[in-house]
Nanobody, 124 residues
């Protein structure tokens, strides 16, 4: 599956953004999906994940209650709604397709395909 992330930008603290990840390929609807982020000088970290059917979601503690992951299998798209953004949320955000169907993992090695990333910058 090929992935294309979009929706990043420069916002102020407290603002919202919605990231989108458009997928091509027949395996999208059968794969769990994840969003990761990487800030300069830091390792890539898990943000949120969703099972193939959208029923199960999982979030990093740092974004729980502020971010919402969702997916539209009919349109091969996964979303990340980000509310109450903080400067520490600034990073390049990546979407990724998991090796698993239902299981949501936080390890980048468990994800087979990656989008190119979209930059989110939150000013204080």
């Amino acid at each position: 599956v090929q992935l294309q992330a979009s929706g990043g930008g420069l916002v102020q603290a407290g603002d919202s953004l919605r990231l989108s990840c458009a997928a091509s390929g027949h395996t999208f609807s059968s794969s769990a999906m994840g969003w990761f982020r990487q800030a300069p000088g830091k390792e890539r970290e898990f943000v949120a994940g969703i099972s193939w059917d959208g029923i199960t979601t999982y979030y990093a503690e740092s974004v729980k209650g502020r971010f919402t992951i969702s997916r539209d299998n009919a349109n091969n798209t996964v979303y990340l709604q980000m509310n109450s953004l903080k400067p520490e949320d600034s990073a390049v955000y990546y979407c990724a397709a998991s090796l698993y169907r239902r299981r949501i993992t936080t390890t980048p090695d468990d994800y087979a395909s990656w989008g190119q990333g979209t930059l989110v910058t939150v000013s204080s």
